[in-house]
């Protein structure tokens, strides 16, 4: 038998391998690879990231150009300043944190899932390659560091859950007020956590005071939102940084909860959840299934969603362009939201207080009050990896799991190499 240290040493050479081998042939990160959303590195983060290092040690956060929260700025204008990084040696900063990000997925994995090596490796390498994460480990994007902060965050609940301890709250309440002040869309987390906090086992005093906890994880964020006026700085609450309009977020969005419900019906096909009816009579499910129906056909027909002339942009949405037009809605979510309605009831019905459960539940419910559009990074790979966690713990993949996770490792692929293409082009 192996020495832990040697395995988790081999598991991080396999993890490390193709991030080091697409480095490489991108001319040691000289050349900018084709990723979604991959022009606001220019646009908008390695502008501010230079300005804040001219400012440094006292930058300016009361406007800048840049819609996010400004952690990730601070950190690389740090290493800009200390280190004298350049636009490479960024990005290699980048992919030094996206390998630490698919390790800390694979320890979520086998510790908290209890996964058997190769299946916790087979779920690790299909959220590596997500189009979502990959492509953006190359580039100086603030994607990666936010999604890693919120593994580390939901990891750390999990965990808090299980064993009660004050400290574990306090851990997690400080990763969550990280990955809010590196993105703040990733709020929902604090749902989550405050969610958790109110349906863990112990006195109401023991919950109240878990659930002050939680939400103190939003406190850093506040003096942001009283500076800005907003949840964005002040430059894009009139979109005049790119013409694209931020509301503060007190509109309801109801595009973005019909995008997030069918982002989570495209994962429920590949990470299929266990039926927890399974026991219960036919006719039981059939009415589920009508009421399902009716409330995703409600939904369209109520508020029809197709991509249009907003700033939506997403593996979904471009597919919704393919595909006819019925009732004013892509006939790609007329399938695809049933599908993600059935998943979140399944879940739910199997545990309604699950980490799994109440994360989705808080990302459906947030994301219509996060901006005026609807981006499916968002979204992804948040709901995979909640669907994930859905399954049982310490047992190991069903067989259609592990096809499922196969086929998003195989499709995550060929779309870098699709974009690889593009980036290979005069």
Known sequence: MKPRWVSALLIGLAVAAPFVAVS???????VQINAANGTDETIFHLGVIRQFAQQWPWPDLRDYGSATTPLFHLVFAAAMQGAGLELPGLRALNVVLSIGVVCLLHRLFRRRLGLPSRDALLATAAFGVSPYFFGASFLVLTDNLAWGLAVA?????????????????????CLL???????????????????????????VYERLQRMLISGASALPLLPLVLTWGGLVPPTFQAGGASGIEHRPGVDLNL?????ALSVLGFYSLFLPLADPARGERSRTRW?????VLAVAAALLLIHPVRRGPEYHVGLLWNLSERVPVVLDSS??????????????????????????SVGLVSIVLLSMVSSAYVFQ??????VPLLLALSGPR???????????????????VVYFLFQARLTAMP
């Open 177 to 203: 007020a990280l990955a809010m002040l590196t993105r703040q869309n990733y709020v929902w987390l604090c749902g989550l956590a405050l969610g958790l906090a109110a349906c863990s086992p112990g006195t």
């Open 377 to 382: 990074k968002y979204f992804d790979p948040a």
């Open 24 to 30: 490489i042939w991108l001319d040691f990160l000289r």
């Open 331 to 356: 006939l790609l979510f007329w399938g695809l939201l049933p599908l993600g309605l059935g998943a979140l009831w399944r879940r739910l019905r199997a545990d309604l207080v699950a980490p799994s």
């Open 153 to 173: 965050s939901i990891d750390r609940l999990m965990l808090a859950t299980s064993r009660r301890r004050r400290l574990d709250w306090v851990l997690a309440s």
């Open 394 to 412: 310490d047992a190991a993949l069903s067989r259609p799991a592990r096809v499922g996770y196969a086929l998003l490792f195989c499709l995550g």
């Open 255 to 259: 595009t973005a909860v019909v995008y």
């Open 287 to 291: 009415i589920v299934w009508i009421a």
